[in-house]
């Protein structure tokens, strides 16, 4: 039997994080932790409210999936089947379970989550490093400050953005991504893309609100930029509609549902011709790591929510110039740290 256990874990922005719609100082997170004989797994829950989330739903799905995970973790596919049928959506939730099961199967193995996946460490792409909406001038002080990250992702949807971009290239010269997180009306959009096109943006993540396609394939097709779908996408069902209206999506284990989903969502997306990328909620080094062993299968990676705390509790991917490190070690090859001082937290042998 798969004996399945939650905890809590409030994890600190080291600077306030402001995106169009919100902001975040605090990560109200869910660790989970998957027992099977003598094998330990664990996952983490990053819940968001946009998707209908929170520590307490996730907390509540998981005493729901206990129980329902049956006796075998090497059968992921009908694992995730079964959490489907306990409840619909609450994708952090199971993507908790879902990279808890990858730890465990990996350490029976004796084998990296990569390994077993068929993939090859060293193929992953630089992470981005985001900065939050702020002033343009406080958002050219952090691109300074950033200026190990030779990729950085800027949010905008505020009435600054054009004055956002031009403070930031005046001071870097890092390849640079805008995030609107669904912030402009696709006029907007269209408006401020063009303006903002000198200052060699490489491309731009979900201009308009999710539920607008139309908008997306107006702006698409009115700017030089590639457009990638972000909020716009959140099951599988979506890749065919999309392909219609943008150049990529980016996929995340706590909007879709876990790896086993996104493994399968970045191959349909794939045979769609859509660029792929593989993005985060704020994770500590745990759920970051468990994206990255799927990095060598995306384009671009914007793995960074562990770099935008100052309480970690766990080591696992490293980062180098933006460079995605793996762990070399069986299952995610996830560590709780050793000054942890996020309490009592579990062994991550
Ligand atoms: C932290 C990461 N770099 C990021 O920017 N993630 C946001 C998620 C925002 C949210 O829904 O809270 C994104 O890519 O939109
Ligand atoms: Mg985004």
Request: charged content about 20%; aromatic content about 6%.
């Amino acid at each position: 039997m798969l004996h399945i256990d939650a905890k809590p874990i409030d994890l600190h922005l080291t600077t306030p994080f402001r995106i169009a719609r919100s902001v975040q100082y605090t990560a109200a997170n869910v660790v989970v932790e998957v027992k099977h004989n003598e094998a330990v797994g664990y996952g983490e829950a990053a819940p968001s409210k946009y998707y209908g989330e929170s520590a307490e739903t996730v907390m509540a799905c998981i005493a729901m999936f206990a129980g329902n995970l049956g006796d075998d973790p090497f059968l992921i596919e009908e694992i995730m089947q079964r959490l489907d049928k306990v409840i619909r959506l609450n994708p952090s939730a199971k993507a908790a379970v879902d990279m808890a099961i990858y730890d465990i199967v990996g350490k029976m193995l004796g084998v990296p989550v990569y390994k077993l996946l068929g993939l090859n460490p060293t193929h992953t792409p630089r992470t981005s490093f985001t900065i939050g909406l702020d002033t343009p001038s406080e958002m050219a002080k952090k691109a300074l400050l950033a200026q190990d990250y030779p990729i950085l992702k800027i949010k905008v949807g505020s009435r600054h953005d054009i004055e956002i971009l031009k403070a930031i290239r005046d001071v870097s010269s890092s390849v640079i991504r805008v995030d609107a997180n669904a912030g402009w009306t696709p006029k907007e959009a269209i408006k401020n893309i063009n303006a903002i096109a000198q200052y060699n943006i490489e491309f731009v993540e979900q201009p308009v609100p999710a539920h607008d396609l139309a908008g997306l394939k107006l702006v698409r097709d009115n700017v030089a930029l590639p457009i990638i779908a972000d909020e716009s996408c959140v099951t599988i069902e979506d890749l065919p509609r999309l392909s219609e209206c943008v150049d990529g999506v980016n996929f995340k284990l706590m909007k879709n549902g876990g790896m086993h989903n996104v493994l399968k969502m970045i191959h349909v997306a794939r045979a769609y011709n859509l660029r792929t990328m593989l993005g985060c909620m704020i994770e500590s080094s745990l759920a970051i790591t468990a994206a990255a062993h799927l990095a060598p299968l995306v384009d671009y990676a914007d793995l960074d929510g562990q770099l935008l705390i100052n309480d970690d509790p766990f080591t696992g991917v490293t980062v180098e110039r933006g460079k995605l490190q793996l762990p070399n070690r069986p299952g995610l090859g996830v560590k709780v740290r050793s000054n942890n001082n996020n309490s009592e937290q579990h062994e991550g042998k």
